[in-house]
Nanobody
Framework: VQLQASGGGLVQAGDSLRLSCATS????????VAWFRQAPGKEREFVSA????????YYADSVKGRFTISRENAKNTVYLQMSSLKPEDTAVYYC??????????????????WGQGTQVTVSS
């Protein structure tokens, strides 16, 4: 499964961005998909996840209420709508896909496939 993350850029605090994670994999709808991010000098951290079965979505506390994850299976694409961006959101954002139990969705080890990352920079 090859994932292509896009949509990053340089924005000001308070602005919005929408990241996309696309694939040509026809079975993409059967994968759980997540976004992680890594800031310079920091560990990669969980941002958000959406299970293959839809229903509940998952967010890190730091982005809850500001970010929204969604998927459009007909387009084999998962989106991360980011609003009210803060300088501390600056990072490389990675999308990932995998098949795991729901209890593992926040763990990077639950995902076998990763995109190349897209840079998000938020200036103050």
């Amino acid at each position: 499964v090859q994932l292509q993350a896009s949509g990053g850029g340089l924005v000001q605090a308070g602005d919005s961005l929408r990241l996309s994670c696309a694939t040509s994999e026809r079975t993409f709808s059967t994968y759980n998909v997540a976004w992680f991010r890594q800031a310079p000098g920091k560990e990669r951290e969980f941002v958000s996840a959406i299970p293959w079965s839809r229903g509940y979505t998952y967010y890190a506390d730091s982005v809850k209420g500001r970010f929204t994850i969604s998927r459009e299976n007909a387009k084999n694409t998962v989106y991360l709508q980011m609003s009210s961006l803060k300088p501390e959101d600056t990072a490389v954002y990675y999308c990932a896909a995998g098949r795991s139990v729901l209890s593992m969705l926040r763990a990077s080890t639950a995902y076998a496939y990763w995109g190349q990352g897209t840079q998000v920079t938020v200036s103050s």
